[in-house]
């Protein structure tokens, strides 16, 4: 059974992903996609197209997972699918901050995630804080202002869940640019370090040595 075969293989690609195996498990959902047009199931599962964007996104190649994001967004509206919105519009937010490539790009994708983390129900609050995060470190980016950043990074501290709070941290950091923030950002890169290993993320916790 073709859906049985693409279900198992999203299941081990998950694995792989948690066990910091990106590359296997983008290599194994390319083929999950291939598999589902050839076995003439028709377009992939919004799903799955979040889901192999995001394990190309954790090999570090982002060209190609910003285009996967851009399918990915695509197939979830037609699916009717919020919670691969969502994924797929963090997705088009990139690594750093306003990694966009023109003032309308950058407008389409902070609609998108407004338009995503409004969608969401209500038991995914994991994923809405990281796209109300998002949101605050692109306006504070933008702004200079780091009051809304910073409640949202409080708000990540409170959900403990470490993969959050890396990204959180992250995201936070890019704001912390200007001189005056010099004391700042070596303690956020090292509660940045604790929270990455924690969560047992291999790219976020290079993110974190580095800054």
Do not use: K
């Not at 859906?3 to 694995?15: K, N, V």
């Not at 076995?39 to 997972?65: D, N």
């Not at 202002?145 to 890396?166: H, P």
């Amino acid at each position: 059974d073709g859906y049985l075969a693409i279900s198992i293989a999203q299941d081990a690609a998950a694995a792989l992903v948690a066990s910091n195996e990106a590359e296997r498990a983008a290599e194994l959902l390319a083929a999950a996609c291939e598999t589902h047009e050839a076995a003439g199931l028709g377009r992939p599962s919004a799903a799955l197209l979040a889901a192999h964007a995001q394990a190309v996104l954790r090999c570090g190649r982002l060209a190609s997972a910003r285009e996967l994001f851009e399918r990915a967004a695509l197939a979830a509206d037609d699916d009717q699918d919020a919670t691969s919105l969502a994924i797929a519009a963090l997705g088009l937010g990139g690594v750093w901050l306003a990694e966009q490539r023109s003032p309308v790009d950058r407008e389409r994708i902070l609609a998108l995630q407004a338009r995503a983390r409004d969608a969401l129900p209500d038991d995914e609050a994991a994923l809405r804080l990281r796209l109300r995060v998002r949101l605050a470190a692109e306006q504070s980016y933008a702004t200079g202002d780091l009051e809304s950043i910073a409640a949202e990074v409080e708000a990540a501290r409170a959900l403990c869940d470490a993969a959050v709070l890396a990204e959180a941290l992250s995201l936070y950091h890019h704001t912390l640019l200007g001189p005056e923030h010099r004391a700042l950002r070596p303690r956020v890169a090292h509660e940045m370090v604790a929270a990455a290993a924690a969560a047992n993320d291999n790219s976020l916790s290079l993110m974190a040595l580095l800054w």
